[in-house]
């Protein structure tokens, strides 16, 4: 929520208008109540929370973040837990408590009714990284004999308990998944239809087990607005919707960002990290590019030679360098976001190769050109400066190239070898191509400036 919002809430609760408070703060979005709320001292929060309806007090308390909702916890009876816990659904509450410390954890669960506890208990159980984790378990099945006019009672007398009723879920007597029908579908045909004459055959679905990233690309696909998800006898166990498909595409893209700029993922919000777990974060993958980077200085000092004869060949390393790194940078990144989106997979290895050598010679050429003009207008146009064109030019097409192979191989074979293909960007394929550059720089330079 922005300032020019808060501040007229912050006056109403400083006024004492707490009747004008709750009204205004029922007809906000659950989610700027709750930007607004983090704004505040334990003391208001636990105050303004509890001026608000039960049924709007739970929405609340989803989209807030771990610190305001422990806080709020800690101040909550018994009773009043009960009340807000048992508004939830079972993924937000199963959601919740992977962040909260065991004695909070015991407590929510102790104040949770029965259903919910062993739906809870079920969600847990899966892996962190999998559908089922994401899953709720709350949504409405109907059978394929029902009439249509059965169905919206049905939907009707569940509804209300369920995340979602906008598509509805044919199943068999044996839990099998059958079908699915939106509610629209029924709404349009005639009451004494049945389900099953209505319904999509072979839906589309998850697995229990299946990684969450598929279950996004699945979403992205088949613009869905929940999968079932079903365990391995095809019985459906849960469904995701769309907004917890979106949680995970932002968990997801944060944790490749994190990677691409050498850096373990942060589970909390930038402000509410500690300063001492960013730099733990940071701190292993720069040592070991800092370390990495020692090979690069000792291939500078192996060639001092070359220096002393031809100190200006120093001068043109941070170039040859940086443009090494940054064409890397380039494919890396190009390859590594068409791998996440499924454009392309591993067996399209070598189509992706010949794609970016021939990237390269366009990029070459260009950049040898204007680098070539460039130093022969600044440094006179003598045999001299002509051989330390050559040179640069001879390496600042080698260099292009062995980055282009390295930018688009690397995370291909990452994602061979399970890795994820994220951690071979920036950072590590340009410290590997600075490498590289300096080598190719001073052989070349060696061979065509006849340095020994």
Request: hydrophobic share 50%; glycine share 4%.
């Amino acid at each position: 929520m922005e300032f020019m919002q808060i501040e007229p809430l912050k006056t109403l609760l400083a006024n004492k208008q707490y009747g004008t408070l709750r009204t205004a703060l029922i007809d906000l979005e659950p989610i700027d109540v709750s930007d607004f709320l983090t704004e505040l001292s334990d003391d208001e929060l636990v105050f303004v929370f509890r001026l608000l309806p039960k049924d709007l007090a739970a929405e609340i308390f989803v989209e807030m973040d771990t610190k305001s909702q422990e806080t709020l916890i800690s101040a909550f009876s018994d009773r009043e837990l009960h009340s807000v816990i048992n508004e939830l659904f079972a993924d937000d509450v199963a959601d919740m408590l992977e962040e909260m410390p065991a004695n909070v954890v015991r407590r929510i669960i102790r104040n949770a009714d029965s259903s919910l506890r062993q739906s809870v208990n079920e969600l847990l159980c899966y892996p962190h990284d999998s559908a089922g984790s994401v899953m709720t378990t709350e949504f409405v099945d109907l059978s394929a004999d029902m009439t249509v006019a059965e169905a919206f009672e049905h939907i009707r007398a569940t509804g209300p308990d369920k995340e979602t009723v906008y598509t509805c879920y044919i199943i068999d007597d044996n839990r099998h998944l059958i079908g699915v029908i939106d509610v629209r579908t029924m709404l349009l045909a005639e009451p004494q239809q049945t389900v099953g004459e209505l319904m999509i055959d072979n839906p589309i679905f998850a697995l229990t087990i299946e990684e969450r990233a598929s279950v996004v690309r699945k979403f992205e696909r088949y613009d869905l607005l929940a999968l079932p998800v079903t365990d391995g006898e095809q019985r459906l166990i849960g469904i995701v919707t769309v907004d917890d498909a979106i949680d995970v595409m932002q968990e997801e893209t944060n944790e490749d960002f994190a990677k691409m700029a050498a850096m373990a993922p942060a589970e909390a919000p930038y402000l509410a990290t500690p300063v001492f777990t960013h730099a733990r974060n940071r701190i292993l993958w720069l040592l070991i590019l800092m370390l990495s980077a020692t090979f690069t200085g000792l291939l500078i000092t192996r060639y001092e030679t070359a220096f002393e004869a031809i100190p200006m060949l120093v001068s043109f390393i941070p170039m040859l360098m940086d443009t090494g790194g940054n064409c890397g940078a380039q494919s890396s990144t190009m390859v590594i976001r068409a791998l996440a989106t499924d454009e392309i997979v591993f067996r399209d290895y070598f189509r992706v190769l010949f794609k970016e050598l021939r990237i390269s010679l366009c990029i070459s050429v260009v950049l040898v050109v204007v680098n070539t003009a460039r130093v022969l207008l600044m440094y006179g146009a003598d045999s001299q400066m002509l051989k330390i064109a050559l040179v640069l030019g001879i390496t600042l097409a080698c260099a292009v190239m062995m980055a282009k192979i390295l930018g688009c191989s690397l995370p291909m074979l990452a994602k061979r070898c399970g890795l994820d293909p994220a951690i071979m960007a920036s950072p590590l394929i340009t410290t590997i191509v600075d490498a590289c550059s300096v080598l190719i720089y001073f052989n070349v330079a060696s061979t065509v400036l006849s340095l020994s």
